[in-house]
């Protein structure tokens, strides 16, 4: 066991404390990470506050992990010591029902691990990256290109694959027009992505209040929701929306 320095929190209404927790011993297929960077997702805010379902405290989040692999088990084949990696929010499945099988571990018909607030195969709670170093399945770790920052990669690991994901399974690119809807933490990444893969890429928010920072990121387009000829004017417009919006909006408007 290796003992690391963590913040955590010991309850939905406690504030973060400096503590000690203990990474696993490497298994044959296993990494340990030394993180440099964990980026703050709103969904570790959630699951600390214990607004998503019961959380086992103390509770250690943060899943927008980046940082420098330091030791590899004995049958590691995908890294090495000195790798550059990120984690993002799932650190272990199955591998071995349908949907592993096909790459989708995050539709596991066991159960999927998250990196934390979850329970790995040998029993233990999950701990995550607001900590100094990190054990992790070698599937589940992302090289990190040497010409990406890794305090930049480290949002990539969740907002960014948040919104590269469906971008790219609906073949977002030259030709395409797409929307982003909302303008925050999700939506300008989303906007950044859209256009570096060559589509013409609109922001649909609720005021042009952001508008050259849209446009800064990328964006061809900058509209107001909050003008009704918005939504006329721009009918039939779109091969894609993606919507970005954590707040009740009219779906149908957008479908329209």
Known sequence: MLTVKAWALDGPDKSFREAEIARRDLDTHDVLIDIKFAGICHSDIHTAHGEWGTVNYPLVPGHEIAGIVTEVGAEV?????????????MVDSCGECANCQKGEEQYCLKGNVPTYAGVDKYGEPTQGGYSTHIVVVEDFVVRIPDNIELDAAA???????TTYSPLNHWGAGPGKKVAVVGMGGLGHVAVKIAAAMGAEVTVLSQTLSKKEDGLEFGASDYYATSDPETFEKLAGTFDLILNTVSAKIDIDAYFS
């Open 155 to 161: 949002p990539l690991l969740c907002a960014g694959i």
């Open 77 to 89: 084949t995908k890294y090495k010591v000195g790798d550059r990696v990120g984690v993002g929010c």
